[in-house]
C-alpha cells in the first residue's frame, strides 16, 4: 500500500485534528477547503515540511549548515514519501537585474547562443565582421572567375595624418617595390613627400597574381604576409575587366572592423551579460534605466511661491539662495518671486526648471540649499543651471546617504540614453542571430520570442544557417523553456521584464514552467493555488500542465479553491467544517464524483448546485453625471484607452492575463487619485486627464502586500486593536496599584516587555557549523513579556493570552468594549475569524494580508464618498468566504461609496453593476476596452472572453435560453 499511496498519519500541525489522509501516488490531488480549514497545514506544513527534513537528514553534518535545520512536524507517521518540492506563491525578490530572463534561466542559454553562434558587427557603421584565417580567405578568392587578375595588398595606414617617411623606408628594407597612395601607385625607391595635415590611406603591394587552383599555396603566402604586415588585415583587389574599376575586398583575421578601425574582443557569454562589467552598459551599469529627477515630484503646490516653498527639495528659502540667487533670476527673467509658481508664465516656469543662459552656472562647495548659480543680478543673460540640473548635481556630488535618500525621493528611474533601457554595451548590442540582437529579443512577449526561435534556420541541406552542431541544442533548450511558459499562461511577459513587478502567482508559474523543464520523475510537487490571476479562459493550459507533471510520473499536490481546478482532480480531499479550531478536520475524501456525494461538505454543496452566491436582484443604476472618466491612457500596453468608472457602484475590472488591468487601475487611476488627494510622490502612468474627481473624497488601494515584513507586526498591531486592549489592561486596577501606564503592554520598548528576548518569545542560538536555530526563551517561554507584567489580567487573560486568541474568540471576550470589539467583528466580517490577534505579519498568506487591510480601512469612519480599489481580494477564499466578502463589499457601497476590484472570479464578477472587460488578448494583443457594461451586457459580446464564461452563471441569461 506504501509503493501505492501516500499515507499520512496522526497530523496535528496548528489545527489539525489528528487527521489521517491517504493520497494515490502518480495523480494530481486537490486540496480544498474553507480558508483556515488547515489545507496549507496538511500539504506545506507537514507532508512538504516531512519530506525537506528527510532529505536534509540524509546529507553530511557539512552540506546541512548550508540547509537549514528542519524540525519534525507533528504527526505520528507519514509513508510513501517521496522528495517533496515546493512552489509557492512568494515573490522573486527585490533585485533590480532580475529578470524573467534570468529566473527561468532562458537568458543564460540566449547569452550562449549569441556567443558561438552570433554575428558580430561594427557598432559605429553596422557592417558585419568576419574573422577569417588566410586559408578561409585563399578559398573566397578561390571561388572568383578563374583568371581574374589579383593584387594582394598590406593596408598599413587607414585615413590618418603625417609625412610616414619611416614607414616608406621600413617597407622598402623588407624587400616590397610598391605601395598604393591615396589611390596612385608609386615606387618605394621614390616616395612621396605627403602633406602632414592631410588625412592618407597607405597599402603596400605584396603580390600580384592570378585566380587558379594550382597557384593555392602562392596565394595564401601572400595573404599571410600582408595579414601579418598590415596586423591581420588584407586588401585583396580584384581587375574583374579592361577598363573597369577594381573592386577592392578588405578580409580580417580578426574580430575588427576594417572601416571603422575598431577593435573587437573574442565573443564570450559574458559579454552579454548586464550583470559583468564585460557586458553591462558603462553609464547605467546593466540596470537598463537611471534615476533622473522629475519636474513632477520636485514641485508641490502650484498655488503656492517659490519664496513659500514650491520647491520641495529646497523648502523654504534661505540664505544665498534667498538673498542673491533668486533675486538676480527675478530680476533676469522678469517675474516676482511672491507670485504663486501656477500664476508664472510657461516661459519662466520652463527657464527656472531646466536653465537660463548659455552655459550652467559654476558649482560652489557647499551643500547648502541651491547654492549653484553665480551672480545673475549683475548680468543681463542669466547663467543658471535649472532646478532640475541642480537637484540631480546635488544627488550626484553628495557623500551623505541621508541627503541622497533624501533627493531620491524626488526622482524617478527612466530608460537609460546609452542603452536604450537594454542594459548592454553597443558591442554586444551589435552581435546578431537571424537579424536581431539579444537586447530585441528580450524586448518581445514571451509568444513572440518563441516564434521567432522557431524560425530561426539551422544549416543543413545546401540551405544556408546556423551551425547545427553549436546553435542546435541551444535553440533546442530556448523553445522548449518559452513554450513551458507559454503553457502556463504567460504568453504576455517578456524576457526583460523586472521579476520584482511580478505578481505572486506570475512568479509561481515561472517556478512551475521551470520543473516542467527539468523532467523530473517520482517526485512530490506541492503547489499553493497556481491559479491566482490567471484568466479562466487559460485555466485549461494551467491544469494540461499540471497534469503533464502528472503523466511524468509524479505526484501533483494543489491547494486550490478554482472550481474547474478540482473538478478535472483524480483525487480530492476537503477539510472544515469550518475555520480555526472549527477546521482542521477531513471531511470528505476520495474521486470528485464521490465527494459531490457528501452531504456533510460545504464545498461539495457549492459544486453540485445545492448552495450558490446569488446574483443581486437588482443590478444599482449607473449615473451618467456621477463618473470619473480616465482620458487616453497609453501606458505599457493601453492603447489610447477612455476609461468611466460609475460612481456608487461595485465595479469590477476584467479580462485574460496582461491585458492591462493593473496597468490602468493601478499604475495610472490609483497614483493619479493619490497624487490628487495626498500628495503622493508618485508619478502616474502616461495619459491626458482625469474628470469627475470632485465627486470623491478620498481613495483607499488595498492590495496583497504584506502587512509587515518582521515578527513583530501582527494583526493586533497593524489594524490597531492592540492600542485599546493596551489602554484596557492600563486601566485594570492592578495596573493602576502599580502605576502601570499602556507602555507597559508592549513588546516593543523596554518595561513590560521580557528583556531577555526583548520581547521576540524566541532566542536565536547560534550553531557554528550548524544553523541557527530559534527556541522560545527560557525566561518569558514565549509570552513575550516578564513576569510583573502578566500578573495584570483581564477577565482571568494576561496580555499574552489575548494576544494568542482567535479574532472569534476575542469577539466574545471583549463584546462590552465599543472600541475593541467594532475592530473584531470587522475582522470576523472578511473571514478572518480563525487568525490569531498576535500571529506573526510573516506567516499570513497574500491574500489574509489583504483581507486584515480591508478590516483596518472598514473600521473606520467611511465618508459615503470613498473610492476602494482592491486588486483580486478573492485570493485564498472559498466559495462560502467569498459570500461573506461580498456581502461586506456591498455594504460598503449600499453606504454610497464605491468598490472598484481587479477580479478573475466569475462569481464576483457575476455580482457587479458595471463591468470593464480588457482585451481581447495578453501584452501588445491586448490593451484595449473590449466591453463595457452590466455584466449582462458584458456576457452577450462575442469578443469578450470574460462574457464567454460568465454567460452560463446569469439568470437572466439562461431563462432567455431556455424560452
Known amino acids: 500500500m506504501a509503493e501505492e499511496?501516500?499515507?499520512?498519519?496522526?497530523?496535528?500541525?496548528?489545527?489539525?485534528?489528528?487527521?489521517?489522509?491517504?493520497?494515490?501516488?502518480?495523480?494530481?490531488?486537490?486540496?480544498?477547503?474553507?480558508?483556515?480549514?488547515?489545507?496549507?497545514?496538511?500539504?506545506?506544513?507537514?507532508?512538504?515540511?516531512?519530506?525537506?527534513?528527510?532529505?536534509?537528514?540524509?546529507?553530511?553534518?557539512?552540506?546541512?549548515?548550508?540547509?537549514?535545520?528542519?524540525?519534525?512536524?507533528?504527526?505520528?507517521?507519514?509513508?510513501?514519501?517521496?522528495?517533496?518540492?515546493?512552489?509557492?506563491?512568494?515573490?522573486?525578490?527585490?533585485?533590480?537585474?532580475?529578470?524573467?530572463?534570468?529566473?527561468?534561466?532562458?537568458?543564460?542559454?540566449?547569452?550562449?547562443?549569441?556567443?558561438?553562434?552570433?554575428?558580430?558587427?561594427?557598432?559605429?557603421?553596422?557592417?558585419?565582421?568576419?574573422?577569417?584565417?588566410?586559408?578561409?580567405?585563399?578559398?573566397?578568392?578561390?571561388?572568383?572567375?578563374?583568371?581574374?587578375?589579383?593584387?594582394?595588398?598590406?593596408?598599413?595606414?587607414?585615413?590618418?595624418?603625417?609625412?610616414?617617411?619611416?614607414?616608406?623606408?621600413?617597407?622598402?628594407?623588407?624587400?616590397?617595390?610598391?605601395?598604393?597612395?591615396?589611390?596612385?601607385?608609386?615606387?618605394?625607391?621614390?616616395?612621396?613627400?605627403?602633406?602632414?595635415?592631410?588625412?592618407?590611406?597607405?597599402?603596400?603591394?605584396?603580390?600580384?597574381?592570378?585566380?587558379?587552383?594550382?597557384?593555392?599555396?602562392?596565394?595564401?603566402?601572400?595573404?599571410?604576409?600582408?595579414?601579418?604586415?598590415?596586423?591581420?588585415?588584407?586588401?585583396?583587389?580584384?581587375?574583374?575587366?579592361?577598363?573597369?574599376?577594381?573592386?577592392?575586398?578588405?578580409?580580417?583575421?580578426?574580430?575588427?572592423?576594417?572601416?571603422?578601425?575598431?577593435?573587437?574582443?573574442?565573443?564570450?557569454?559574458?559579454?552579454?551579460?548586464?550583470?559583468?562589467?564585460?557586458?553591462?552598459?558603462?553609464?547605467?551599469?546593466?540596470?537598463?534605466?537611471?534615476?533622473?529627477?522629475?519636474?513632477?515630484?520636485?514641485?508641490?503646490?502650484?498655488?503656492?511661491?517659490?519664496?513659500?516653498?514650491?520647491?520641495?527639495?529646497?523648502?523654504?528659502?534661505?540664505?544665498?539662495?534667498?538673498?542673491?540667487?533668486?533675486?538676480?533670476?527675478?530680476?533676469?527673467?522678469?517675474?516676482?518671486?511672491?507670485?504663486?509658481?501656477?500664476?508664472?508664465?510657461?516661459?519662466?516656469?520652463?527657464?527656472?526648471?531646466?536653465?537660463?543662459?548659455?552655459?550652467?552656472?559654476?558649482?560652489?562647495?557647499?551643500?547648502?540649499?541651491?547654492?549653484?548659480?553665480?551672480?545673475?543680478?549683475?548680468?543681463?543673460?542669466?547663467?543658471?543651471?535649472?532646478?532640475?540640473?541642480?537637484?540631480?548635481?546635488?544627488?550626484?556630488?553628495?557623500?551623505?546617504?541621508?541627503?541622497?535618500?533624501?533627493?531620491?525621493?524626488?526622482?524617478?528611474?527612466?530608460?537609460?540614453?546609452?542603452?536604450?533601457?537594454?542594459?548592454?554595451?553597443?558591442?554586444?548590442?551589435?552581435?546578431?542571430?537571424?537579424?536581431?540582437?539579444?537586447?530585441?529579443?528580450?524586448?518581445?512577449?514571451?509568444?513572440?520570442?518563441?516564434?521567432?526561435?522557431?524560425?530561426?534556420?539551422?544549416r543543413g541541406d545546401g540551405r544556408p544557417g546556423l551551425d547545427p552542431e553549436i546553435a542546435g541544442p541551444i535553440l533546442k533548450e530556448v523553445r522548449e523553456r518559452l513554450s513551458f511558459l507559454v503553457d502556463v499562461g504567460l504568453d504576455y511577459l517578456t524576457l526583460n521584464r523586472s521579476a520584482e513587478s511580478l505578481s505572486g502567482g506570475e512568479a509561481q508559474r515561472i517556478r512551475l514552467a521551470t520543473q516542467i523543464g527539468s523532467r523530473l520523475v517520482g517526485v512530490l510537487y506541492i503547489l499553493d493555488e497556481p491559479s491566482i490571476g490567471l484568466h479562466q479562459r487559460d485555466n485549461g493550459r494551467l491544469l494540461a500542465t499540471l497534469k503533464q507533471l502528472r503523466d511524468l510520473g509524479n505526484t501533483v499536490i494543489v491547494v486550490e479553491h478554482d472550481e474547474e481546478t478540482m473538478r478535472e482532480a483524480d483525487h480530492l480531499i476537503d477539510l472544515g467544517p469550518g475555520a480555526g479550531k472549527h477546521g482542521g478536520e477531513v471531511i470528505a475524501a476520495g474521486t470528485v464524483k464521490e465527494v459531490l456525494r457528501n452531504p456533510k461538505s460545504v464545498t461539495a454543496q457549492y459544486l453540485n448546485g445545492k448552495r450558490e452566491i446569488p446574483v443581486r436582484p437588482e443590478r444599482r443604476p449607473r449615473d451618467a453625471q456621477r463618473v470619473i472618466r480616465v482620458e487616453n491612457a497609453r501606458e505599457h500596453n493601453l492603447r489610447g484607452v477612455d476609461f468611466e468608472i460609475p460612481l456608487g457602484c461595485f465595479v469590477s475590472v476584467t479580462g485574460v492575463s496582461g491585458s492591462g488591468k493593473s496597468t490602468l487601475v493601478e499604475d495610472i487611476l490609483h497614483r493619479a487619485l493619490a497624487r490628487h488627494f495626498y500628495r503622493a510622490r508618485t508619478i502616474p502612468g502616461v495619459h491626458d486627464r482625469i474628470v469627475g474627481l470632485e465627486h470623491i473624497d478620498k481613495v483607499i488601494d488595498i492590495d496583497q502586500s504584506p502587512i509587515g515584513r518582521t515578527p513583530r507586526s501582527n494583526p493586533a498591531t497593524y489594524t490597531g486593536l492592540f492600542t485599546p486592549i493596551r489602554e484596557l489592561f492600563a486601566e485594570m486596577p492592578e495596573a493602576k496599584i502599580r502605576g502601570y501606564g499602556p507602555g507597559r503592554f508592549s513588546f516593543n520598548v523596554k518595561g513590560g516587555r521580557c528583556e531577555a528576548c526583548q520581547g521576540d518569545g524566541l532566542v536565536k542560538i547560534e550553531m557554528h557549523f550548524l544553523p541557527d536555530v530559534f527556541v522560545p526563551c527560557d525566561v518569558c517561554k514565549g509570552k513575550r513579556f516578564n513576569r510583573e507584567t502578566l500578573e495584570v489580567r483581564f477577565r482571568g487573560l494576561s496580555i499574552a493570552d489575548v494576544l494568542d486568541l482567535t479574532v472569534e474568540d476575542a469577539c466574545g471576550i471583549f463584546e462590552n468594549q465599543p472600541r475593541i470589539a467594532q475592530k473584531l467583528e470587522t475582522l470576523r466580517d472578511v473571514g478572518l475569524g480563525y487568525i490569531h490577534l498576535g500571529q506573526s505579519a510573516t506567516t499570513l498568506s497574500g491574500g489574509e494580508a489583504q483581507r486584515v487591510k480591508l478590516a483596518t480601512e472598514l473600521s473606520k469612519r467611511d465618508t459615503g464618498r470613498t473610492l476602494y480599489i482592491l486588486d483580486e481580494p478573492t485570493t485564498g477564499l472559498h466559495f462560502e468566504d467569498v459570500r461573506l466578502l461580498l456581502d461586506v463589499l456591498h455594504r460598503l457601497v449600499d453606504r454610497g461609496n464605491t468598490v472598484l476590484v481587479i477580479e478573475h472570479s466569475l462569481d464576483v464578477i457575476k455580482t457587479a453593476d458595471w463591468v470593464i472587460d480588457l482585451g481581447p488578448e495578453g501584452g501588445t494583443r491586448g490593451g484595449q476596452i473590449v466591453a463595457a457594461g452590466t455584466p449582462e451586457t458584458v456576457a452577450q459580446i462575442d469578443a469578450s472572453h470574460t462574457g464567454h464564461y460568465l454567460r452560463p452563471l446569469l439568470p437572466a441569461l439562461r431563462k432567455r435560453k431556455a424560452g
Open 5 to 458: 499511496a501516500l499515507i499520512v498519519r496522526g497530523a496535528r500541525a496548528h489545527n489539525l485534528k489528528n487527521v489521517d489522509v491517504t493520497i494515490p501516488r502518480d495523480k494530481l490531488t486537490v486540496i480544498t477547503g474553507l480558508s483556515g480549514s488547515g489545507k496549507s497545514s496538511l500539504a506545506f506544513d507537514t507532508i512538504y515540511a516531512e519530506g525537506q527534513r528527510r532529505y536534509v537528514e540524509s546529507l553530511s553534518a557539512y552540506a546541512r549548515q548550508f540547509l537549514g535545520l528542519m524540525e519534525k512536524p507533528d504527526v505520528d507517521v507519514i509513508e510513501g514519501l517521496s522528495p517533496a518540492i515546493s512552489i509557492e506563491q512568494k515573490n522573486t525578490g527585490n533585485n533590480p537585474r532580475s529578470t524573467v530572463g534570468t529566473v527561468t534561466e532562458i537568458y543564460d542559454y540566449l547569452r550562449l547562443l549569441y556567443a558561438r553562434a552570433g554575428t558580430p558587427h561594427c557598432p559605429n557603421c553596422g557592417r558585419a565582421v568576419q574573422r577569417q584565417s588566410p586559408v578561409q580567405i585563399a578559398e573566397t578568392v578561390l571561388t572568383w572567375e578563374e583568371g581574374t587578375r589579383l593584387e594582394i595588398r598590406a593596408p598599413l595606414v587607414q585615413g590618418r595624418k603625417g609625412e610616414f617617411r619611416e614607414l616608406f623606408e621600413g617597407a622598402r628594407k623588407q624587400g616590397f617595390v610598391r605601395a598604393v597612395v591615396d589611390g596612385e601607385l608609386i615606387e618605394l625607391a621614390d616616395p612621396p613627400k605627403l602633406n602632414k595635415r592631410q588625412n592618407h590611406s597607405i597599402s603596400v603591394v605584396v603580390d600580384r597574381l592570378v585566380v587558379r587552383a594550382e597557384d593555392r599555396g602562392r596565394l595564401t603566402d601572400s595573404l599571410e604576409t600582408a595579414l601579418r604586415l598590415a596586423d591581420g588585415l588584407v586588401e585583396v583587389v580584384e581587375y574583374s575587366a579592361e577598363g573597369a574599376q577594381p573592386d577592392v575586398h578588405l578580409f580580417s583575421e580578426r574580430y575588427g572592423c576594417p572601416v571603422c578601425g575598431i577593435s573587437l574582443p573574442e565573443l564570450e557569454p559574458r559579454q552579454f551579460s548586464f550583470n559583468s562589467p564585460f557586458g553591462a552598459c558603462p553609464s547605467c551599469g546593466g540596470l537598463g534605466t537611471r534615476k533622473e529627477v522629475s519636474a513632477q515630484l520636485v514641485l508641490g503646490d502650484p498655488s503656492i511661491s517659490i519664496l513659500e516653498g514650491v520647491v520641495l527639495p529646497w523648502g523654504e528659502p534661505d540664505g544665498y539662495l534667498k538673498k542673491v540667487i533668486l533675486p538676480g533670476l527675478a530680476k533676469a527673467l522678469d517675474f516676482n518671486l511672491n507670485t504663486e509658481w501656477g500664476k508664472l508664465p510657461a516661459r519662466v516656469q520652463h527657464a527656472l526648471l531646466h536653465g537660463a543662459g548659455d552655459a550652467p552656472a559654476p558649482a560652489r562647495k557647499t551643500a547648502a540649499k541651491g547654492r549653484t548659480a553665480a551672480k545673475a543680478a549683475t548680468t543681463t543673460e542669466v547663467q543658471w543651471e535649472g532646478i532640475l540640473r541642480n537637484v540631480q548635481r546635488r544627488y550626484e556630488e553628495t557623500s551623505s546617504d541621508a541627503i541622497r535618500m533624501e533627493l531620491e525621493e524626488y526622482m524617478v528611474a527612466t530608460p537609460c540614453s546609452s542603452c536604450a533601457g537594454r542594459r548592454l554595451k553597443p558591442e554586444s548590442l551589435a552581435v546578431t542571430v537571424n537579424g536581431f540582437n539579444i537586447g530585441e529579443v528580450v524586448e518581445q512577449s514571451i509568444s513572440a520570442a518563441r516564434d521567432f526561435f522557431a524560425s530561426v534556420p539551422v
